[in-house]
């Protein structure tokens, strides 16, 4: 049984374009800004571009401590170099696999925003290894206008038909507005071995 941890640092998987509805957009700056104001550190991918960007400008124009972590690989793609000069921590790793292990290292729980492919594959990998009893740190599911709801509804259908197994240590926390994300971490430790409660506008899936 992993030990309760305070959360200090937040881990977010997210687009590194900005999609269609306006209001995921406005969830990244939305959440940067929470984590600051919360004195969280924000871990994420060091994009500068669509919702990676939004997050980050949130948070540090709110005075917040971001950790970027990207391969050298990608830096041209997905950042200016003007704007990582702002992160008050850049980590350049050799390649992906390796910034995937050090954002979960330097991470306390997990959140997804809407985003694309590398967002899904990113918080999937974070839930196979909650299954695998690798750790038991939070996972919120930042369900802005609906946008995670078939992938919900896709592990639904995998628990009814009984293919996930360990199925008590997959409980990722489903929360509908940006605001509710980092209420809904600090409160995820309590809520594990403390008064079993939680806030009315987060349910587990
Ligand atoms: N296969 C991948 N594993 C981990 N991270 C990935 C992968 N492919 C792309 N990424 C990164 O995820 C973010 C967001 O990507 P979106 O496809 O826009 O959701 C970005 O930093 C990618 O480098």
Excluded at 13 to 31: I, K, M, P, Q, V
Excluded at 69 to 88: C, G, H, N, Q, Y
Excluded at 93 to 102: A, F, G, S, V
Aim: hydrophobic share 45%; glycine share 10%; aromatic share 6%.
């Amino acid at each position: 049984m992993a030990t309760m941890k305070t959360i200090e640092s937040v881990c977010v998987y997210c687009g590194s374009s900005n999609g269609r509805d306006e209001n995921h957009f406005a969830a990244g700056l939305t959440l940067g800004r929470s984590l600051a104001g919360a004195g969280l550190r924000l871990v994420y991918g060091a994009g500068t571009k669509g919702i990676m960007g939004a997050v980050a400008r949130g948070a540090m124009d709110a005075g917040g401590a971001v950790t970027g972590i990207i391969p050298k690989f990608l830096i041209r793609k997905e950042a200016t170099e003007v704007e990582l000069t702002r992160l008050d921590e850049l980590v350049v790793t050799d390649d992906m696999h390796q910034r995937k292990h050090l954002m979960f290292d330097r991470s306390d729980a997990f959140v997804a925003l809407p985003g694309g492919i590398g967002t899904l594959e990113e918080i999937v990998e974070i839930m196979t290894w909650a299954q695998l009893a690798r750790h038991e740190k939070p996972i919120v599911f930042a369900n802005i206008s609906g946008f995670w709801n078939p992938l919900l509804t896709l592990i639904q259908h995998m628990r009814d038909e009984g293919f996930v197994h360990s199925a008590q240590r997959v409980q990722p926390l489903v929360v509908d507005r940006a605001e509710d994300i980092v209420p809904a971490l600090l409160a995820a430790p309590a809520s594990d071995g403390g008064n079993g409660e939680a806030p009315v506008a987060i349910e587990r899936l």
